[in-house]
C-alpha cells in the first residue's frame, strides 16, 4: 500500500552530476520527514541526506557542498541532487520516509548510481 519509488540512477563519469527522485504513495507525504541512503558494494548502509517535515536538512560531511536534498509537497516527491561526482559515490541508492516519533520506517527499492573515474 505504501510505496516509495526512486528514479534518475545511472552510469557517470566523475565529476558529473545526477538527479535521484523518490515519489511516495499511501502516505500524507507533508507530514514526512524523508531521507536518502546509500549502500556502496560490501558496505553497509548509510546516511546520505534527510529533511523534516518543515524543510530543515542535514548531511553527511562526505557529502556537504556537493548534494542537495529537497522536496515538492505538491508532488509527493524528495530530490537529491548530485554535483562533483566521485568514485567513492558509487551505491545503491535508498529513499526512506518516517513520521516523527513513530517506529515504522518505509523504504524504497533502491536505485543505483555508477561513478566511473
Known amino acids: 500500500q505504501v510505496q516509495l519509488v526512486e528514479s534518475g540512477g545511472g552510469l557517470v563519469q566523475a565529476g558529473g552530476s545526477l538527479r535521484l527522485s523518490c515519489a511516495a504513495s499511501g502516505i500524507i507525504f507533508s507530514i514526512y520527514s524523508m531521507g536518502w541512503y546509500r549502500q556502496a558494494p560490501g558496505k553497509e548502509r548509510e546516511l546520505v541526506a534527510t529533511i523534516t517535515s518543515g524543510g530543515i536538512t542535514n548531511y553527511a560531511d562526505s557529502v556537504k557542498g556537493r548534494f542537495t536534498i529537497s522536496r515538492d509537497n505538491a508532488k509527493n516527491t524528495v530530490f537529491l541532487q548530485m554535483n562533483s561526482l566521485r568514485d567513492d559515490d558509487t551505491g545503491v541508492y535508498f529513499c526512506?520516509?518516517?513520521?516523527?516519533?513513530?517506529?515504522?520506517?518505509?523504504w524504497g527499492k533502491g536505485t543505483l548510481v555508477t561513478v566511473s573515474s
Open positions: 526512506r520516509a518516517n513520521r516523527f516519533g513513530y517506529v515504522i520506517n518505509y
